[in-house]
């Protein structure tokens, strides 16, 4: 089982996006968010295989998130 959170400043996209993943039995969706904030949070909650994040949204880049995620992990395993 692959798990997976989404993160998109747009509803549709993320529940569309969901729909979709769901529709195999090997991925599970385990969260969803719609800022880089809800990423670092549901990131650290849920501790998905996959963080599917869209890279632009208001205030803070998907591509930012992922950077704090990476730090955070870095700090975390060394």
Do not use: N, W
């Amino acid at each position: 089982m692959i798990t997976v959170v989404i993160i998109d400043d747009d509803p549709f996209v993320t529940k569309s996006l969901q729909t979709i993943l769901e529709s195999t039995k090997e991925i599970r969706v385990l969260g969803i968010g719609h800022c880089a904030k809800d990423a670092l949070v549901l990131y650290e909650t849920h501790r998905p295989d996959v963080l599917l994040t869209d890279i632009r949204m208001p205030k803070q880049t998907g591509i930012d998130a992922a950077k704090e995620i990476l730090r955070s992990e870095e700090r975390r395993v060394g």
